[in-house]
């Protein structure tokens, strides 16, 4: 499944959906953590809807270490090995667990935006994985802006207010208005079915709408890290936070730390 011209995409797009790369079960068993997740959410999660929106929209963070189903989902299925073939790395290193959960009906829409710069790290070897347990239609989808990861950093802002709090205010430019264009960019996404995954760079714009119908759209997000990738502590609360990793990981330090095992290596 993950032959040279399926990397070769991912490496010049920066996004490539792998078809039923997991078997029916563990879907089953990654859908029962999913609602274990939401029966149980952590101090990290937060809640991504306004109080108004018909829907609810929730997120939550760093859970495999507590969470048994997303553990062995992370540690056991086909994610590690296809993340370090789409990375061209030597490794895959496991960095965290992220859960997105929208009820139908809900009208948040998650904005453009890159991931990296929310983040504590540097390099350009890196993977997430969006991995659906729900059918999820083209208009529910994920979106990305294929070759995006090869531009610049842009402004990070929270995403319901639009406040720069991570970079100051005019160090990185401010992302494009895709959506007053959307002709101009090559947008790429997909109707997906669970066992699905969309797999994409750090640093590719993405945004994804709404949940109309009458589905609601579960998603496991894992991401990981490859061989150049290294530790970037910065002045601000990162999301996710990993409390006291700078007192125990130097900057520019390589991310071996518990917190980030290894999953895979080149055989």
């Not at 068993?29 to 990290?44: G, M």
Request: hydrophobic share 40%.
């Amino acid at each position: 499944m993950i032959d040279e011209a399926v990397i070769e995409q991912f490496q010049r797009d920066g996004a490539v959906c792998l078809r039923q790369l997991f078997r029916p079960e563990e879907i089953t068993a990654l859908r029962a953590a999913i609602d274990e997740n939401l029966a149980h959410l952590s101090p990290r999660a937060k809640v991504a809807s306004s109080p108004d929106d018909p829907g609810y929209f929730v997120e939550d963070f760093c859970n495999w270490q507590e969470n048994p189903g997303y553990r062995r989902f992370i540690f056991d299925s086909a994610l590690p090995e296809a993340a370090g073939r789409l990375m061209r790395s030597g490794t895959a290193r496991l960095y965290h667990d992220h859960m997105l959960t929208k009820e139908r009906g809900t009208r948040a829409a998650t904005p453009w935006h890159q991931d990296q710069p929310y983040y504590n790290i540097d390099g350009r070897q890196n993977i997430s994985f969006w991995i659906p347990v729900d059918p999820v239609s083209r208009e529910s989808t994920l979106e990305l802006v294929a070759g995006s990861h090869l531009g610049p950093w842009l402004m990070p802002r929270s995403f319901m207010d639009a406040q720069a709090q991570w970079f100051p205010e005019g160090s990185l430019a401010d992302l494009p208005n895709i959506e007053a264009d959307r002709s101009a960019y090559p947008i790429l996404g997909w109707d997906l079915q669970p066992g699905d995954a969309v797999c994409f760079h750090m640093l590719t714009l993405h945004a994804s709408s709404g949940v109309s119908g009458t589905h609601r759209r579960r998603v496991f997000s894992v991401r990981f890290l490859g061989d150049d990738v290294t530790h970037a502590p910065r002045r601000w609360r990162t999301s996710p936070e990993f409390p006291g990793l700078r007192e125990e990981l130097a900057a520019g330090a390589p991310m071996h730390h518990s917190l980030f095992p290894a999953l895979w290596r080149t055989p």
